[in-house]
Nanobody, 115 residues
Framework: QVQFVESGGGLVQPGGSLRLSCVGS????????MGWYRQVPGYERELVAR???????NYADFAQGRFFISRDDAKNTVYLQMHRLKPEDTAVYFC?????????WGQGTQVTVSS
């Protein structure tokens, strides 16, 4: 069974930085697009950033220039480096991966931006 687990969330002050990681486990023989989404209670889950197997990236407008996605396929891992965080970035962040031609989601990690 393939699983992805996020880490790196927490409480950070406005203007601060965080790095999220998401590691896949199990038998993974094909890893395609990976990404990060976020969700605030009462709102739909929204795309933050995604990266293809060829490392083509795209970002939501709010993430452009502040957030950076990367991946390490040898470790089945996707990262999200977040800078200049704002209170409105507070959300649960979920990683997503197309592993073995199937979509897979992590359980989420809470990011809280507050002074």
């Amino acid at each position: 069974q393939v699983q992805f687990v996020e880490s790196g969330g927490g409480l950070v002050q406005p203007g601060g930085s965080l790095r999220l990681s998401c590691v896949g486990s199990g038998t993974i023989f094909a890893l395609s697009t990976m990404g990060w989404y976020r969700q605030v209670p009462g709102y739909e889950r929204e795309l933050v950033a995604r990266i293809t197997r060829r490392e083509v990236t795209n970002y939501a407008d709010f993430a452009q220039g502040r957030f950076f996605i990367s991946r390490d396929d040898a470790k089945n891992t996707v990262y999200l480096q977040m800078h200049r965080l704002k209170p409105e970035d507070t959300a649960v962040y979920f990683c997503y991966a197309e592993a073995n031609y199937r979509p897979s989601w992590g359980q989420g990690t809470q990011v809280t931006v507050s002074s």
